[in-house]
């Protein structure tokens, strides 16, 4: 039996929002092949804005090497809601770096899966001149052995008033999926913060982005983008951002692509 995975999008307050994955219906259901993704919005402009998003996105990554994208299969225009092509088999990023073993993956493939997304950043800014804007560890997918890595969630994210919220500094993106991989863990899981391996995956994340061109990696820029990721949105309220944010796991002299 084909199913159909659903979520909503609609303006919610930020804490409801962040409650509202997918992830809860996924596990609901029998384990059958879901025919596709489908996603449900109540303001036209943010279903709008998705479609646009997602199809930008779709056709950039038909001309990347490491960036994969689901396609946008049907639309109810009346309905506000948008069908993509379901991903089988991948998973979030949250699911391998909140792992304490990684998911049993090896030293090298883990730095190839991060290398990858770093890559894969890079095309999407390259081709579409815009940011995903939301480009947190639940909206990148992996799957171990994959030569690419998938983005999702076009949508505009809810610290996003204005339209133009895709057309900031790119290295927001960047600090965005640091921030998640480096420091985004809740208290009883911060010891998974202090791995090493940790710190390598976000240097292998930037060595993927500046592949082409490691000298134009700026140090400051990023550090900029993280303070004003954790001033202006729920990051700094969280654990992490609250107590720790003087300690190492907000440095970033050791990510330096190369270093
Ligand atoms: N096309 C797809 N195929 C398979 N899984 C998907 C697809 N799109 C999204 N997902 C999964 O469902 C999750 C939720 O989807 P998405 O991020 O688009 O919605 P969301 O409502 O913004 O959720 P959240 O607010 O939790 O990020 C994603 O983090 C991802 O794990
Ligand atoms: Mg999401």
Redesign the pocket.
């Known amino acids: 039996m084909r199913r159909v995975?659903e979520?909503t999008?609609g303006d919610r307050a930020p804490d409801a929002?962040?409650q509202?994955?997918?992830?809860a219906a996924v596990s609901a259901l029998p384990a059958a092949e879901p025919a596709c993704?489908s996603?449900r919005f109540s303001e036209e402009w943010v279903f709008r804005s998705t479609l646009w998003n997602s199809l930008r996105a779709w056709s950039a990554a038909r001309r990347s090497k490491w960036l994969r994208v689901?396609q946008v299969l049907k639309l109810d225009a009346r309905e506000l809601r948008i069908d993509?092509?379901?991903?089988s088999g991948?998973d979030?990023v949250r699911a391998v770096i909140r792992d304490r073993t990684f998911k049993g993956l090896s030293g090298s493939e883990l730095h190839r899966m991060f290398w990858t997304i770093g890559a894969a950043l890079e095309e999407l800014h390259r081709h579409t001149r815009r940011i995903h804007g939301d480009f947190?560890f639940?909206?990148v997918?992996v799957k171990p052995g994959a030569d690419r890595a998938a983005f999702?969630?076009f949508?505009p994210p809810v610290y996003a008033h204005f339209r133009e919220y895709n057309q900031a500094d790119p290295y927001r993106d960047l600090a965005t999926f640091l921030l998640g991989v480096c420091a985004k863990y809740p208290p009883h899981l911060i010891h998974l913060a202090l791995r090493p391996r940790v710190r390598q995956l976000g240097r292998a994340f930037l060595e993927g982005y500046f592949r082409h061109a490691r000298t134009a990696y700026d140090g400051r820029r990023l550090e900029r983008a993280m303070a004003r990721l954790l001033n202006e949105t729920y990051l700094g309220e969280s654990f992490a951002g609250r107590y720790l944010r003087r300690s190492r796991l907000f440095r970033i002299d050791d990510l330096a692509p190369g270093a």
């Open positions: 995975i979520t999008v929002y962040r509202e994955t997918a992830s993704f996603k689901p993509f092509e379901y991903l991948w979030q947190d639940d909206n997918l999702v969630d949508t």
